[in-house]
């Protein structure tokens, strides 16, 4: 079963692990890359034990073409509001 | 009794370990409470508190020093760097200061010192430092907005924090940091993140004792037992903007906070009560548990007795993100239960628990606990116990 429903704005981009991160409970982090995300997975999981999270995200926020996927500002920022038209 | 003893201190740790806050030095989980062989706590003198965080910890002196040692990538150890440290290690202040409260969120740290300042570092990215901005800070830094206030305790959740101040004007609860799920409880409608302190709403009048935060969830306690939760919904129920006050009719001394429940404990009779728990701080699965009496909070969660107890009075309780623990007040035997994946229920095995089990730390005859308290990290947990031993019997 799914720990939680997560709200793609609610995670967080780590530029080391090059993946959006949301807390664990065990102390680690759920992980989920940009190419997860193109592909529509939903599902964002721990390394270090058994749990995952389900991620709410409009997957065509991740699947534009590169240079629209700038204009959109996908790049993110902690603080960012996402807006879905 | 008396000068023929002395108190000796011991540290014990379980659960999940990989960034060194279990402070055993070797980076992984431990099923079995282990004994700590740390110099530099002996060294530093009686330790008065522990806080334990996402995976950090943070120990007080009765000096009023600090040292820290677990996760510190976010600078959240208060030594200047952004490293992990598997040892315990001073924090260096700015100024010369006497801390009294500390405080561990999941990436973040919080300090207060005798006279009132609040000292925060770790992860700023929700504003849950208070400095103004979303930095982070890998060494103590003071919360300007606080000086000339005189604050006594702070609670770090996992992207907020919440402070107590005492003033002419009566208290006040002051939070910063993310407030999404209503955590800040400053306004009735949804606040994204501030970086700087904004009064809690509904506390008004209220004459508080302490405070709690953990996860997106925020607590006060009142002199007079009335307990106060704000943030998210407990099993689901929605979340509360303001402060929402706990049944009237029973009165709490303490309240620990995980990710998904809250444990209280109730003034007189010692009566541990949780409040929510439908995910790994398993008790309130309401299959299992239609023989217990249940209440419901005005927020229409459940609170439920702690089973299994047989009547004993709790002395003291924690709460990690998914797992709780207690100390019994005659015998002083710590009982856990919960998420057990990574051994923090301390039972020889990674199994989650409905109820409370003994935690058997490995005895000594010759000694006996004077003082125990028991401390959960999001998923490891800590022991203090103090022992006293007669000189003339050592050998």
Same mark, same amino acid.
């Given at each position: ?5 997560? !709200?793609? !704005? ?5 530029? !080391? ?24 997975? !939903?599902?964002? &999981? ?21 240079? &629209? ?17 | ?10 540290? @014990?740790? @379980? ?19 282990? %004994? ?7 060294? #530093?003198?009686?330790?008065?508190? $522990? #806080? ?53 969120? @999941? ?74 799920? /209503?955590? =800040? /409880? ?40 009335? $307990? ?28 620990? %906070? /995980? ?15 949780? %409040? ?6 398993? =008790? ?24 299994? %107890? ?8 924690? #709460? ?18 919960? @998420? ?6 301390? =039972? ?43 000189? #003339?019997?050592?050998?």
């Amino acid at each position: 079963m799914s720990y939680d429903d997560v !709200e793609i !704005e609610d995670m967080e981009w780590n530029e !080391e692990l090059q993946a959006y991160t949301y807390p664990c409970p065990c102390g680690d982090l759920f992980q989920i890359t940009k190419d997860d995300l193109k592909l529509g997975e !939903e599902i964002a &999981r721990c390394p270090s034990c058994s749990l995952y999270i389900t991620v709410i995200y409009n997957m065509e926020d991740f699947s534009g073409e590169p240079d &629209r996927k700038t204009n959109k500002g996908l790049e993110p920022s902690k603080q960012q509001t996402v807006t879905v038209a | 009794m008396g000068e023929d003893e002395e108190e000796k201190q011991e540290i @014990w740790s @379980w659960g999940a370990g990989t960034d060194g806050q279990l402070g055993t030095c070797k980076l992984q989980d431990e099923h079995f409470p282990q %004994l700590l062989h740390l110099p530099s706590l002996s060294s #530093a003198g009686p330790i008065s508190m $522990l #806080a334990c965080g996402g995976a950090h910890v943070i120990a007080l002196t009765s000096v009023g020093k600090v040292l820290t040692w677990g996760r510190g990538t976010s600078g959240q150890l208060g030594h200047g760097d952004t490293v992990n440290n598997p040892h315990p290690k001073p924090v260096v202040f700015s100024e010369s200061c006497f801390v009294t409260h500390v405080s561990a969120g @999941w990436n973040h740290s919080g300090f207060v010192s005798d006279g009132g300042s609040v000292f925060t570092c770790g992860d700023g990215s929700f504003g849950q430092l208070g400095h103004g901005d979303f930095k982070f800070h890998c060494s103590p830094v003071k919360v300007s907005y606080f000086i000339n206030k005189h604050v006594e305790q702070i609670a770090c959740g996992m992207r907020h924090s919440i402070v107590l101040l005492k003033g002419h004007s009566g208290d006040q609860v002051y939070a910063f940091g993310s407030g999404k799920r /209503g955590q =800040l /409880g400053i306004s009735k409608g949804r606040v994204n993140s501030v970086c700087l302190p904004e009064v809690t709403c509904g506390l008004e009048d209220v004459e508080i004792v302490s405070i709690a935060a953990n996860g997106d969830h925020s607590a006060a306690l009142s002199t007079d037992g009335r $307990l106060y939760t704000w943030g998210k919904g407990f099993n689901g129920t929605t979340n509360a903007f303001c402060p929402v006050c706990v049944p009237e009719s029973l009165c709490f001394t303490e309240v620990a %906070l /995980g990710w998904n429940h809250a444990l209280l404990l109730t003034a007189g009779d010692g009566e541990a009560i949780m %409040l929510g728990g439908n995910n790994h701080g398993v =008790l309130s699965n309401p299959d299992k548990m239609s023989s217990v009496k249940q209440l419901q909070d005005s927020r229409g969660a459940n609170l439920e007795r702690v089973p299994a %107890l047989e009547g004993k009075k709790v002395l003291h309780i924690a #709460a990690g993100a998914e797992h709780s623990a207690l100390i019994t007040a005659e015998d002083g035997v710590i009982r856990s239960w919960g @998420w057990g994946e990574h051994g923090q229920l301390g =039972l020889g095995n990674t199994c989650d628990q409905m109820r409370p089990e003994v935690v058997i730390l490995s005895q000594d005859v010759h000694k006996e606990a004077t003082k125990i308290k028991v401390y959960c990290g999001s998923g490891f947990t800590i022991v203090l116990r103090s022992l006293a031993q007669t000189s #003339a019997f050592e050998c």
